[in-house]
């Protein structure tokens, strides 16, 4: 990531962001104290020794949540006064196995499968009524929870039964309802086939199932339900133009990934920036392959802002899209194809990378021994 700074020992769980510091509340966005305009790295310290096993960003990346291995939630960000991640405190102690936030609200999901939702003040996506402590979004008890997913406007939940349950806002049909402008709780999608996988982009909503299909609903303005066209929102689930055989999907702010049994990447949607990493900044309205590393397979992906992180079996991490400083290059620069992400000399590597429009936040770890949630 051409990442110049002071010899630092990281240890597996670590925290890393990198950036731009272009406004007073940034030191607060970063998690740590940033001095210079470009910053080329560092460490977010946690109150506590924390092992961090997943990250959750808004949007905009003005807020930032982590869980810790022992299913603790710490938070930092904008809405924060001190910098730095802070504790965040429940009524009763709750292990958390995933989180998922925006900039109205924050939705956990527990280890025994239920979800929690927290906000400062009223949110759609509360899933509940406010109150001005966390609480259980109002969904019926007996249902146990195993993947959440949202956007700035709604939320995805997939029980154990493969069922999709969402809320939020239903401007553009992304919560799969024709005749609801805004849905208060959530409410079960009507799906073809069970679904293994979710995910949504800003105004689209998706599955995977256990057949490998893709079916998706909601706008369709750059081809994000990759059903080979431009088109209208849709409210009902719509069978995706590509192969069967995917066993991963994943979803940005209008772009799209999915990933087959054997490894292959597909991306669609907005290709604005070279984003969807297929040589130009044309929108694709139907899953294309994406040739990211001779020989090798595609473990997971990461759907930023307006940017794409691939990383393959070998352990290598792979970027396309812009780069205003987020890939830690110091001009803003973008790639219209996927190039290498230059890891720090130390020899560390990452679990997990998210980024917005001038900052990035990395877990480090050895990604090939990192179990990944699909």
């Not at 956990?108 to 979800?115: R, V």
């Not at 994943?250 to 799209?256: D, I, L």
């Not at 780069?323 to 290498?340: D, K, T």
Request: glycine share 10%; proline share 4%.
């Amino acid at each position: 990531m051409s990442i110049e700074t002071e010899k630092v020992t990281f240890k597996n769980g670590k925290v890393y962001s990198w950036g731009g510091n272009t406004s007073v509340t940034m030191t607060r966005i970063m998690g740590r104290p940033i001095l210079n305009l470009i910053d080329d790295g560092g460490e977010i310290e946690f109150p506590t020794p924390s092992k961090i096993v997943e990250i959750s960003t808004t949007q905009s990346g003005e807020n930032w949540v982590a869980i810790c291995e022992s299913g603790e939630i710490y938070e930092w960000g904008q809405a924060k006064i001190s910098v730095g991640p802070q504790l965040t405190v429940f009524k009763q102690p709750i292990r958390f196995r995933s989180v998922v936030t925006n900039s109205h609200c924050s939705i956990g999901l527990s280890e025994d499968g239920l979800l929690y939702s927290w906000a400062p003040a009223y949110s759609i996506q509360l899933g509940r009524k406010f109150s001005d402590t966390f609480d259980l979004v109002k969904v019926n008890k007996k249902k146990r929870f195993v993947k959440i997913t949202g956007s700035e406007t709604h939320c995805l939940a997939l029980t154990d039964k493969g069922q999709v349950y969402a809320w939020g806002q239903n401007s553009t049909f992304q919560c799969g309802l024709p005749n609801a402008y805004n849905v208060k709780y959530p409410r079960r999608v009507n799906l073809p086939e069970r679904a293994v996988g979710i995910y949504v982009t800003c105004v689209t909503s998706g599955v995977v199932t256990e057949k490998g299909k893709i079916y998706s609903w909601g706008a369709n303005y750059t081809g994000q339900l990759g059903i080979g066209k431009i088109s209208n929102r849709k409210c009902s689930p719509k069978l995706a133009k590509c192969l069967e055989g995917f066993v991963s999907v994943f979803g940005g702010r209008m772009t799209c990934a999915a990933i087959t049994h054997d490894g292959r990447l597909f991306t669609w949607g907005e290709g604005s920036q070279g984003c969807l990493g297929h040589g130009d900044a044309s929108n694709v309205t139907a899953p294309k392959q994406l040739l990211v590393e001779e020989g090798s397979k595609i473990i997971t992906v990461r759907c930023c802002f307006s940017s794409l992180f691939i990383l393959t079996d070998k352990g290598n991490w792979y970027f396309c899209g812009s780069n205003f400083l987020q890939y830690g290059e110091l001009l803003p620069v973008s790639s219209n194809v996927p190039i290498p992400v230059k890891l720090p000399d130390d020899g560390i590597n990452f679990v997990e990378i998210l980024s917005i429009t001038n900052i990035t936040v990395a877990i480090t770890g050895n990604p090939l021994k990192h179990r990944y949630k699909m």
